[in-house]
């Protein structure tokens, strides 16, 4: 059982930047792909960004945030983050964290909380 606790969350000026982080516990971190959704309100869920474990830890985005958002992991922290600039009104929403044994698939493992990100135009 993985357990995975995000924060960093809060409210931002648009324009402005916010690091999220998911933090685990349980499981071996290593070997999980990890990403992030996203669910703004009235919504469904909504992909953000993943990334994998091995094939050099190689990343996905979604159009809305390629170019913007950064997902890393730090395997020793048992750690992924989400470095997210020029943030707009529309990237209002609650995030979640998202892990997966083994490959990045459609259906995922483990779910985090999820930490309130607002931006204000």
């Known amino acids: 059982q993985m357990l995975l606790a995000e924060s960093g969350g809060g409210l931002v000026q648009s324009g402005g930047s916010l690091n999220l982080s998911c933090v685990t516990s349980?499981?071996?971190?290593?070997?999980?792909?990890m990403g992030w959704y996203r669910q703004a309100p009235g919504k469904g869920r909504e992909y953000v960004a993943h990334i994998t474990w091995q094939d050099g830890r190689s990343t996905q985005y979604s159009d809305a945030v390629k170019g913007r958002f950064t997902i890393t992991r730090d395997n020793a922290k048992k750690a992924v983050y989400l470095q997210m600039n020029n943030l707009k009104p529309e990237d209002t929403a609650m995030y979640y964290c998202?892990?997966?044994?083994?490959?990045?698939?459609?259906?995922?493992?483990?779910w985090g909380q999820g930490t309130q990100v607002t931006v204000s135009a």
């Open positions: 349980g499981g071996t971190f290593e070997f999980y792909a």
């Open positions: 998202a892990a997966d044994r083994g490959s990045w698939s459609g259906e995922h493992d483990y």
